[in-house]
């Protein structure tokens, strides 16, 4: 199938194949004529098992399956291709240039550990690592095949999951405190665990009073499903009131009538982050998240006894990891936990209790009998 040669002015010996009908020459890096001699096995080998020869691996470099990477993100119109590009810019100051086959786990965890002595944070360099291994599927999957495998990219554990959520009072506290025009706002996510995007996006046509139900369509969302949200009577009511402001400003010709549902003197609401920050100080809860009404409505649903798929489809998670980071237990959970475990064992001991029995029984063997109160 194959023949091994010397070039001229070569020290080292090549190798030359074909496969459908397609010629391939290889340097064997040596100038042993064995070693190319096993090179060519190896190749035929592959050949005949209906493999790629590994010289087209060898080819493709990680700026390729970078480009590659991009052009994935651009076609599909993902909304995260800026941290995608920036996470493509960091892994090029470690792999820029260097072959497909040659990054292994070990230089991997080289790239880990320089990351680390940067300061970067365990999340920020597995989502660099996410990218890296998402390069490596992309080239896997295409027609004809870039890599041979996907190399084994070990991730860090993260400690920094949030874990705030809001109880009851501490949402009426933090309402007080909130100016007007946001407090339908909060209320709103409270209830249905959206994305502030998703909120702030809403306008009146995804809206139907008349069913009490509220709409995201296919594509709007950011994994791109749609979305239905059954409003309870609470939230309904609030939606009715807004609907009925509006409605009077627009038959006036008021400018601050607006096609969304929330906004701000006719304005879509912006950033409201020093709002937010001040509010959360005034009331007692410093450093709270706006995103931590997401995972408090997630809780609330699971501990009203709704189906957590059913949960996952109201809030929009679509992979059961991460709906579980945001289905946490507070303390009172466990504390609740505690005192129902006591209950049942009351309850128990109640129903059971056993008795001494005297004389011993034909056996003798002393014996209890059970009795009811």
Same mark, same amino acid.
């Given at each position: ?131 890296? %291994? !998402?390069?490596? $599927?992309?080239?896997?999957? #295409? ?5 041979? /495998?996907?190399?084994? @990219? ?94 009077? %400003? !627009?038959?006036? $010709?008021?400018?601050?009538? #607006? ?5 701000? /003197?006719?304005?879509? @609401? ?104």
């Amino acid at each position: 199938m194959g023949c091994v040669y010397r070039r001229r002015n070569s020290k080292n010996w090549w190798i030359k194949y074909s496969r459908n009908g397609k010629a391939y020459q290889e340097s064997s890096g040596s100038d042993l004529k064995a070693v190319a001699q096993r090179l060519l096995k190896r190749r035929e080998g592959e050949i005949a098992q209906g493999k790629v020869p590994g010289v087209v691996y060898d080819r493709i470099t990680f700026d390729e399956l970078a480009d590659d990477f991009l052009t994935d993100y651009r076609v599909n119109e993902k909304r995260s291709f800026v941290k995608a590009e920036h996470s493509v810019e960091v892994l090029k100051k470690e792999f820029g240039g260097m072959k497909a086959p040659a990054i292994t786990t070990a230089s991997i965890k080289r790239y880990i550990a320089r990351r680390q002595g940067e300061k970067a944070s365990k999340a920020t360099i597995n989502r660099e690592l996410a990218a890296l %291994k !998402r390069m490596y $599927k992309l080239g896997l999957i #295409c027609t004809p095949a870039k890599v041979a /495998q996907v190399p084994h @990219i070990p991730m860090l554990r993260e400690d920094n999951v949030r874990t705030g959520f809001f109880e009851h009072e501490k949402f009426q506290d933090l309402m007080k405190h909130l100016p007007e025009y946001l407090r339908p706002v909060a209320f709103f996510a409270y209830c249905s665990g959206w994305r502030r995007g998703e909120i702030l996006s809403l306008q009146w046509d995804q809206v139907d009073l008349n069913q009490g139900i509220v709409r995201l369509e296919p594509g709007t969302t950011k994994n791109k499903d749609g979305r239905t949200l059954y409003m309870e009577p609470q939230l309904w009511q609030m939606m009715r009131g807004l609907h009925a402001q509006n409605e009077v %400003k !627009r038959k006036e $010709k008021d400018p601050s009538h #607006c096609s969304y549902v929330f906004h701000l /003197q006719g304005k879509r @609401i912006g950033s409201f982050r020093k709002v937010w920050i001040t509010a959360c100080k005034k009331a007692g809860m410093p450093g709270m998240l706006f995103h931590d009404f997401r995972r408090t409505a997630v809780r609330n649903m699971v501990r009203a006894g709704i189906p957590e798929r059913v949960v996952m489809a109201i809030s929009g998670h679509r992979t059961r990891a991460v709906f579980d980071r945001y289905n946490i237990v507070s303390a009172e959970d466990l504390s609740k936990a505690a005192q129902k475990r006591q209950e049942y064992r009351d309850q128990q001991e109640q129903q059971l209790h056993f008795s001494y029995t005297d004389p011993q029984n034909e056996k003798g063997v002393v014996a209890f009998r059970a009795t009811t109160p």
